[in-house]
């Protein structure tokens, strides 16, 4: 029996697309044979007095200190660091027999990173999941905000030093992984994984079931929907996509832009800005937000036709999976962590360069008015899922990686 501990920084509802997809994968990882699961996340629920029900599985730290507050912010990060390795640290301690391998999912948040030196130091083996290019990376944790002569103290960043001590590294995707090897780190401690999605659940509804779930979700039964689901926040893109859609507009009355997605923990101006920005440009009866971390994104993607994801970073996307597993025609950010391994141009969906709008306007337009082109390019897109992504694929390798380091 080879037991895991699966360390993320959020629970349900507060958390992105890496901590919704450790929750998941500890969920799948009840069911398998020769594995017990445990996961220990950051509960960061903003009534800390409240108490919130989890599984059995699932082991909530919620934290007093905040990064930043009232205190003054150096000596409030320190408290909340602080807080975090006591309050973590005693966890563990306490969980130590029900855990042989600390599976850590995003070396970008302090959380994570804190967990491995607490799991070396009860002689767990550790196991970092890269989900990132641009932020949880070796090159981006190694990078100093000044030249090493202009550094108050010249060694590497903390972050680095902690991302350093894990035993192996699981990368999500092949940028990923070369980001890892121009580090100089050793190739014998990569692995990679992809993500993975619920093939039986994400597929393309029959147009019964299209129509039914536009009239449940409020959404007009005949008109064209172009659907984004994400944070929202810049990185995604949502202002270009919603500047792409202006752009469109006037020459498509018959199409609709559906944005999905938390704002919980975001820039509040940045999602002010994008409902001001839809109302000055007479959109507000065609541009819908659902501004909610939704359980339901699978009907959501089937009652779409298109879906958009302008993103300037990722790893390798769940929506942009669960997007091709539904046969949606995809118009999507021309980044090296989704060109490289989920979309190829023109075969299973659009690829357009990053922040370009006009060109972003263009691939949407070429999609709303060729229903055959979309067709193909969603149906290219499922059949690529079912090759590479299924959950199954993903989950049998990530079983075969946990029993290799218990020999």
């Known amino acids: 029996m080879v037991k895991v ?115 070396k130091a009860l002689d767990k083996v550790v196991m970092l999941e890269m989900t990132s290019l641009g932020s949880d990376d070796p090159l981006k944790l190694n990078r100093r905000s000044k030249a090493p002569a202009q550094q108050v103290f010249p060694h590497r960043p903390l972050k680095y030093t902690l991302f350093l001590k894990a035993d192996a590294y699981v990368s999500k995707s092949p940028a990923l992984s070369e980001a890892y090897r121009q580090a100089g780190l050793p190739e014998s401690k990569l692995f990679q994984i992809p993500s993975g999605v619920d093939v039986n659940r994400f597929k393309p509804p029959t147009a019964a079931e299209k129509l039914a779930l536009r009239s449940k979700l409020g959404l007009d039964g005949d008109q064209t929907i172009i659907l984004f689901v994400g944070g929202i926040y810049r990185l995604k893109g949502v202002h270009q996509l919603l500047a792409a859609f202006r752009e469109i ?16 923990g975001f820039d509040p101006s940045y999602v002010q800005a994008l409902h001001e920005d839809t109302v000055t440009w007479g959109l507000s009866d065609r541009v819908k937000f659902v501004h909610q971390q939704v359980d339901n994104v699978d009907e959501y993607m089937k009652a779409a036709d298109i879906y958009a994801h302008p993103s300037s970073r990722e790893g390798l996307s769940v929506t942009i999976l669960e997007a091709m597993s539904s046969a949606l025609a995809i118009v999507t950010s021309d980044i090296p962590e989704i060109a490289h391994c989920q979309i190829e141009s023109g075969a299973e969906g659009l690829l357009v360069p990053v922040g370009d709008v006009s060109q972003l306007a263009n691939a949407l337009a070429a999609l709303i008015d060729n229903a055959a082109v979309r067709k193909r390019l969603g149906q290219a897109a499922r059949e690529r ?18 029993r290799s380091f218990c020999g």
Not at 85 to 109: C, S, T
């Open 5 to 119: 501990c699966i360390i993320c920084a959020g629970l349900p509802p507060y958390y992105g697309g890496a901590e919704l997809r450790a929750f998941r994968h500890a969920q799948r990882l009840q069911t398998v044979e020769g594995l017990e699961t445990i996961l220990i996340g950051w509960d960061r629920a903003e009534d800390r007095a409240a108490v919130r029900s989890f599984p059995p599985y699932v082991y909530p730290v919620r934290l007093r200190f905040q990064p930043v507050g009232s205190i003054h912010k150096p000596v409030g990060f320190a408290l909340h660091l602080a807080e975090m390795a006591v309050r973590l640290g005693k966890l563990m301690f306490h969980l130590r027999h029900e855990f042989d391998v600390l599976h850590v999912i995003n070396g970008a948040p302090w959380f994570n990173l804190m967990s491995i030196p607490l799991a």
């Open 385 to 402: 899922v079912l090759r590479e992504f299924t959950l199954e694929t993903v989950d049998r390798k990530y079983a075969r990686l946990y």
């Open 249 to 264: 507009a006037p020459q498509h009355p018959q199409v609709q832009l559906l944005i999905v997605g938390p704002t919980t």
